[in-house]
């Protein structure tokens, strides 16, 4: 009897240690890959951490079409990920990134703003993704300050002088990832980003080519990097690492120079994890949005989003359980028909109304009404407008037990 208590103690005390471990996310932007392309080139260290959770068809550019439709640019792609939007709310559609929404947190922020003593870290070709996307030390983002960065080599011109076959930013993006290693290996930042340019510098060159292909390839390599530094810090420390890695936009459907339009290769991004067991969403669904990742990195180092958080961002998350994802309105005349797909039978999805957009204007709560509640599994439902104060704009929330999608109702004139 004693032998058995002692052995059920201890099987408790692992499981504690288990659930105490610490942890650990970094997610990593290679521009300007689309998703032909990764699975034609030989990317051995990529597709090494996809065996250990998966590698996802995913989509850049919002809805084509739609009314989050948003350029296959790369400032724009960046911050898709970063804010878990689109550009119709974080207002970034090109790299001048002139008037960002910072009404819209980044995850960076989300996670200070919680865990205020973790560590956070950027290691990046291109400076505005800190100074200018992230908006570091900015009053309109709480003057978050990061603790580690290493950027702005583009700007040093005498280590790296700019010659005209861009070697320099090959050697930018070797000094970027040597130093993300090494910061890993030594430091474990709680939270990190990881950005490398040349392949996009490749594309736009060469196009589809071994000269692009080859830039792939060199990716690969330094995303092995980081990879074996992670794996030694889970053998050394037993901590629990998240990786993802995607990319900003794919590349045009003619010769694979350019991009910024709405054809299916240069909205075709994927996404690279080492994140199980995935959710019945990510599992299902033909292709995911790279929105999800915000939401995803969010749950996985315990991030709690407030209802009102939660009302406004565009992802599903692709770990845990989902009530539901997909959802359409269509208006026509006085009502609103309303589907989604249900991830999980559980519970209902109460279905909120609002005719104001207070959080994209001044990051207030906007003025939701009630309207029904369903079960999830019905997949569907129908708001009478002639119950409804008059307006050429609503907002629609689906809150589910497990996540909330939303939907925006524009009546252009």
């Not at 002139?98 to 956070?120: C, L, S, V």
């Not at 559980?346 to 906007?366: I, Q, R, S, Y």
Request: glycine fraction near 6%; proline fraction near 4%; charge should be neutral.
């Amino acid at each position: 009897m004693m032998k058995k208590f002692i052995t059920v103690a201890v099987l408790v005390c692992v499981a504690g240690l288990a659930s105490a471990q610490k942890k650990k996310a970094i997610f990593v932007i290679i521009d300007g890959v689309s998703k032909d392309v990764l699975e034609k080139v030989s990317t051995p260290n990529m597709h090494a951490i996809a065996k250990e959770g998966a590698l996802l068809s995913a989509f850049q550019g919002g809805e084509k079409g739609g009314f989050n439709q948003t350029p296959t640019i790369s400032a724009p792609g960046y911050n898709n990920v970063i804010t878990g939007v689109w550009f119709h709310k974080h207002n970034v559609p090109d790299n001048d990134i002139a008037a960002p929404n910072y009404h819209y947190p980044t995850i960076f922020r989300f996670f200070e703003d919680q865990y205020p003593e973790k560590k956070t870290a950027i290691f990046s070709s291109w400076e505005d993704n800190r100074t200018k996307l992230v908006g570091e030390g900015l009053a309109q983002t709480g003057n978050i300050k990061l603790d580690h960065h290493f950027d702005g080599l583009e700007l040093d011109t005498v280590k790296y002088p700019h010659d005209r076959g861009r070697k320099f930013m090959s050697n930018i993006d070797q000094a970027v990832i040597d130093d993300a290693a090494r910061a890993i290996s030594q430091d474990a930042p709680d939270l990190s980003w990881v950005y490398l340019e040349y392949t996009d510098d490749m594309g736009h060159m060469y196009g589809d080519s071994e000269q692009f292909y080859d830039a792939v390839r060199a990716a690969d390599r330094r995303v092995g990097q980081l990879w074996e530094a992670i794996k030694q810090r889970k053998e050394k420390y037993k901590e629990d690492w998240l990786i993802v890695i995607t990319t900003d936009h794919g590349r045009d459907p003619q010769k694979g120079k350019d991009h910024g339009g709405q054809s299916d290769r240069e909205r075709a991004s994927w996404i690279v994890t080492n994140a199980k067991p995935l959710n019945t969403y990510a599992k299902q669904a033909q292709q995911v949005a790279v929105v999800d990742i915000l939401p995803t990195i969010a749950r996985f180092v315990d991030v709690k989003l407030s209802a009102d958080q939660q009302r406004e961002l565009d992802g599903v998350p692709l770990i845990g359980k989902v009530s539901l994802s997909n959802p359409v309105a269509i208006k026509a005349d006085n009502k609103i028909s309303l589907s989604w797909k249900a991830a999980d039978t559980e519970g209902k999805v109460k279905v909120w109304l609002a005719a104001t957009n207070n959080f994209k204007e001044t990051g207030k709560p906007d003025n939701y009404k009630l309207i029904g509640e369903v079960p999830v599994k019905d997949g569907k439902f129908d708001i009478d407008l002639s119950r409804e104060t008059a307006s050429d704009f609503y907002k629609i929330v689906l809150e589910g037990k497990y996540n909330t999608v939303n939907r925006w109702i524009i009546n252009k004139k």
